[in-house]
Structures are given as C-alpha cells and as structure tokens.
C-alpha cells in the first residue's frame, strides 16, 4: 500500500484562520502524493525568510519552496494577504484561497506568466 501525501497546516499567529479546502487545493494542483506543508507566520518572521531567500527587506504575502519532486513548503503573512485582498477586488478568505492556488502552481513549476494566470483563473473556478 503507498502512503497518502498530506497537508500541514500551522497557525504560527495569533489570528484566526478561514476554514479554506487546503487539502482539496494541493490534490487538485500537486496530487494526491504530494506532502505539503502550509505556515501561517507573522510579519517579522515572513521578512526574515523573504530577506534570506530573495533579498528583500520586507515581508510578503506568500513564498513557495520546493524541497522535492514530491513536497514543498508554503508560508503566509495573513495580515499582508488581508491588506492585499481590496487590491485584488477580493475578500480575505477568497485572495488566501487564489494565493494558495498560486503558490501551489509555482510548487509545480509555474512561473509568473500568462499561462500562470489562466492555471489560477481554472482552479479558482474548480474550487469554488
């Protein structure tokens, strides 16, 4: 029998979090063999990574880090993603639901283009 892939969700905040289908998300995109964990961290420690990583001084909403073929890393300042969700002309829950989507399609290859948005525009309407 082959072992399942799997989701790991951690609050590393003291916020709340929006009941979002993480698990759904990472089957459709990366399948249901993938292990992904996905860390909610707080601004200072989001720039910390953003600044290790890519040299930027400043946090982010989201970063992806494939650490295999078969896992990655997802991590999230959910007080940035609130104050990008109105430029986006989207709610909270909804703009966490496309990051995630987005930082999936990354952990899958994708880089920032055209085809990209088309890829998130597919799943944001599968998994509505």
Request: hydrophobic share 30%; glycine share 6%.
């Amino acid at each position: 029998m082959v072992d399942k892939g799997f989701c790991i969700i951690k609050n590393n905040t003291k916020g709340k979090l929006p009941s979002l289908p993480f698990v759904s998300i990472k089957n459709k995109i990366l399948g249901e063999q993938y292990e992904l964990g996905i860390t909610f961290l707080t601004p200072q420690k989001q720039k910390e990574i953003n600044k290790k990583y890519r040299g930027k001084n400043e946090t982010t909403n989201i970063l992806s880090f494939p650490l295999s073929k078969n896992s990655g890393e997802i991590t999230l300042d959910p007080s940035k993603v609130r104050r990008d969700a109105p430029l986006f002309d989207m709610s909270y829950p909804q703009f966490l639901k496309y990051l995630v989507i987005h930082g999936c399609l990354h952990l899958k290859g994708f880089e920032h283009s055209s085809t990209m948005e088309r890829q998130e525009k597919k799943y944001l309407k599968i998994l509505s």
